[in-house]
């Protein structure tokens, strides 16, 4: 748990785009809302692979959104289950039942598509959430803290040196 809120600081105080981390916080929620072996997560990690996301992030994210499904998954039953048994969508959904992906995927579970539909609907306002939320952190509780006499008797240490080189860490914000 403590090596966990570690690497999202690190993350966090890191060098790295707040977008390539809000994406990867985006990308994580689909791959951890959704069952682990479907289809479409293979797709999110290619999508990961491919595009220049933050990783940390990404693992971080997937394991938090994964524990957050256990929760959710009342939730998700009730948004597949009204979308898999809405009468007008049942020629479409007997069609695409037909189609080896859909079955693959199995997204004829109410769980897998109310998961993987409240995860698509909520991550254009989850990008935009974590990109505002990660440049306020940056701005003014990361300042903040660079700021303390604390922080500035431990840079003036030569234990503040090694630690530079060691973990890479700059101490720059975006």
Same mark, same amino acid.
């Given at each position: 748990?403590?090596?966990?809120?570690?690497?999202?600081?690190?993350?966090?105080?890191?060098?790295?785009?707040?977008?390539?981390?809000?994406?990867?916080?985006?990308?994580?929620?689909?791959?951890?809302?959704?069952?682990?072996?479907?289809?479409? #997560?293979?797709?999110?990690?290619?999508?990961?692979?491919?595009?220049?996301?933050?990783?940390?992030?990404?693992?971080?994210?997937?394991?938090?959104?994964?524990?957050?499904?256990?929760?959710?998954?009342?939730?998700?039953?009730?948004?597949?289950?009204?979308?898999?048994?809405?009468?007008?969508?049942?020629?479409?959904?007997?069609?695409?039942? #037909?189609?080896?992906?859909?079955?693959?995927?199995?997204? #004829? #579970?109410?769980?897998?598509?109310?998961?993987?539909?409240?995860?698509?609907?909520?991550?254009?306002?989850?990008?935009?959430?974590?990109?505002?939320?990660?440049?306020?952190?940056?701005?003014?509780?990361?300042?903040?803290?660079?700021?303390?006499?604390?922080?500035?008797?431990?840079?003036?240490?030569?234990?503040?040196?090694?630690?530079?080189?060691?973990?890479?860490?700059?101490?720059?914000?975006?």
């Amino acid at each position: 748990m403590i090596k966990a809120i570690a690497d999202l600081l690190k993350v966090l105080n890191s060098e790295t785009e707040p977008g390539q981390i809000s994406l990867a916080l985006c990308l994580s929620m689909i791959a951890g809302f959704t069952p682990a072996f479907s289809f479409h #997560n293979l797709l999110v990690l290619l999508l990961v692979l491919v595009l220049r996301v933050n990783l940390s992030a990404f693992g971080l994210g997937w394991a938090f959104f994964s524990a957050a499904a256990y929760l959710l998954d009342p939730l998700f039953h009730r948004i597949g289950l009204a979308v898999l048994t809405a009468p007008a969508l049942t020629g479409a959904w007997t069609g695409l039942y #037909n189609t080896t992906w859909f079955r693959l995927d199995r997204l #004829n #579970n109410t769980i897998v598509m109310g998961s993987l539909l409240f995860a698509l609907a909520c991550f254009i306002p989850g990008l935009i959430l974590f990109n505002l939320l990660i440049r306020r952190y940056r701005e003014h509780i990361l300042a903040w803290v660079r700021k303390t006499r604390l922080m500035q008797a431990f840079k003036a240490t030569r234990l503040f040196e090694v630690y530079q080189s060691v973990s890479g860490w700059r101490g720059g914000a975006a």
